[in-house]
């Protein structure tokens, strides 16, 4: 059971990024996916979430009109589309699936948005 992140990078303000979350291991179409990022000295947070059934999506305000997150069953594949960057978008950022009681993290992309 693995999940591996991918596509962070450096990139200007106002720029973007494709985030890749790839899964092996495990039926992923039928967990609930979600994005979390991580600043240095603060907690967790989540930022984007996708539902198993129906591809319903949910968005932290903060980044709300920005991301965007969806997924490829064919290729065992969640992204998450980043535009519109900010300094405070600089995060670690961790993929999690979730079935009940299983959960499984990535070991995560880092994102950094400077000029």
């Known amino acids: 059971v693995q999940l591996v992140e991918s596509g962070g990078g450096l990139v200007q303000p106002g720029g973007s990024l494709r985030l890749s979350c790839v899964a092996s291991?495990?039926?992923?179409?039928?967990?609930?996916t979600t994005w979390y990022r991580q600043a240095p000295g603060k907690e967790r947070e989540w930022v984007a979430r996708i539902i198993s059934v129906g591809g319903v999506t949910n968005y932290a305000d903060s980044v709300k009109g920005r991301f965007t997150i969806s997924r490829d069953n064919a290729k065992n594949t969640v992204y998450l589309q980043v535009n519109s960057l900010k300094s405070e978008d600089t995060a670690m950022y961790y993929c999690n699936a979730r079935y009940g009681t299983r959960s499984y993290w990535g070991q995560g992309t880092q994102v950094t948005v400077s000029s």
């Open positions: 291991g495990f039926t992923f179409s039928t967990y609930i």
